[in-house]
């Protein structure tokens, strides 16, 4: 059975770090290219990060860049996104998808793959 697990949430306070797993079963990460999204409470999903499927370039949207970072572990099967200097209003569930594809692209619709997301809770 295909299936991404995220895991890694939980309740963390203003200007700590946490990091995010996902682990993928029935299917190897690096055939796909894999991301990172959030999605807030009355918010859409939205892109943080992305590793290509061939030469593992990582694409961030500008405004995270600088903290948010992502990586792929091979030998596991799985990927991570460590968040630095988190804020209230990261406070989100986050998910992580896999593309059926090189390249990374930013819209939800096209990733094949999603985990169930793992919740992670801000606290000022």
């Known amino acids: 059975e295909v299936q991404l697990q995220a895991s890694g949430g939980g309740l963390v306070q203003a200007g700590g770090s946490q990091t995010l797993s996902c682990a993928a079963f029935?299917?190897?990460?690096?055939?796909?290219?894999i991301g990172w999204f959030r999605q807030a409470p009355g918010k859409e999903r939205e892109f943080l990060s992305c590793?290509?499927?061939?030469?593992?370039?990582?694409y961030y949207p500008d405004s995270e860049q600088a903290r948010f970072t992502t990586s792929r572990d091979s030998a596991k099967n799985t990927f991570y996104l460590h968040m630095n200097s988190l804020r209230p209003e990261d406070t989100a569930v986050y998910y992580c998808?896999?593309?059926?594809?090189?390249?990374?692209?930013?819209?939800?619709?096209?990733?094949?793959?999603w985990g169930l997301g793992t919740q992670v809770t801000v606290s000022s």
């Open positions: 590793i290509t499927r061939n030469d593992g370039i990582i």
């Open positions: 998808a896999a593309l059926a594809g090189v390249w990374c692209r930013a819209a939800v619709h096209e990733y094949d793959y």
């Open positions: 029935g299917f190897t990460l690096d055939d796909y290219a």
